[in-house]
């Protein structure tokens, strides 16, 4: 079935550092691709997404590219900042009859941003 | 914000009681969805909604029931709590499930123990 893999954390990082998430994905056809971040103690947000392949997804400073060649959507951002410490997911939602909307989640990399 | 409500957004309980939980949302959207979030797991999807009295199961049903009696509504009941049932439970809901126009948006949360 479909799934998706990113790399765990936590992530410890400088402020301004430069920050990537690594999330690669299985799945049949051509899913929709997702960021999602968690604030603590809140629910999940869309953070960017893309629905087709070379898509860019781009929100707050983060990137995001959809490479099908190498099943991969990973979250870019130049220059972090201490109020982007949260819980990151990569997800996906399939393109088959049944598994559209449904979305299926990585793990979560933590990341903290210290001052 | 979406408006999306969780009740109770915490609740401690005893093995082998039956337990309600509730999502309710003021933006009249057509699709709700319970997951839960657990440690090393991500969020997995436990059962969905497409529509007053309409429900399909998720990846992680067994042991969970739903019912949708009017749009706004969405409750998730566990007929008979165990321990592996404690977790942090997130509604959400979106508008559409095309991929062009897909977001879901999530509630705060509710943590259960079950003891």
């Known amino acids: 079935g479909d799934s998706v893999t990113q790399m765990e954390g936590p992530v410890t990082l400088s402020e301004e550092a430069f920050l990537t998430i690594n999330c690669t994905y299985t799945a049949t056809g051509y899913p929709s691709l997702f960021w999602y971040v968690q604030y603590p103690g809140e629910g999940l947000q869309l953070l960017l997404k893309a629905t087709k392949a070379d898509d860019k997804g781009s929100n707050k400073g983060f990137e995001a590219t959809y490479r099908k060649e190498t099943t991969s959507f990973h979250l870019e951002k130049g220059s972090v900042q201490v109020s982007d410490s949260a819980v990151y997911f990569c997800?996906?939602?399939?393109?088959?009859?049944?598994?559209?909307?449904?979305?299926?989640f990585g793990k979560g990399t933590k990341l903290s941003v210290k001052p | 914000d979406a408006g999306i409500t969780q009740s109770p957004r915490h609740k401690v309980t005893e093995t082998g009681t039956p337990v309600t939980l509730r999502c309710h949302q003021t933006?009249?959207?057509?699709?709700m969805y319970w997951y839960r979030q657990d440690p090393g797991h991500g969020l997995r999807l436990i059962h969905y909604s497409y529509g007053v009295k309409d429900t399909d199961k998720g990846e992680v049903s067994d042991g969970y029931s739903v019912s949708r009696s009017k749009t706004e509504d969405f409750l998730l009941t566990l007929e008979s709590a165990t321990s592996s049932q404690t977790s942090v439970y997130f509604c959400?809901?979106?508008?559409?499930?095309?991929?062009?126009?897909?977001?879901?948006?999530f509630g705060p949360g509710t943590r259960l123990t079950v003891t």
């Open positions: 997800a996906l939602s399939g393109d088959y009859r049944g598994s559209q909307g449904n979305l299926i």
């Open positions: 959400a809901i979106s508008e559409s499930r095309r991929a062009e126009s897909y977001e879901q948006y």
């Open positions: 933006e009249n959207h057509r699709y």
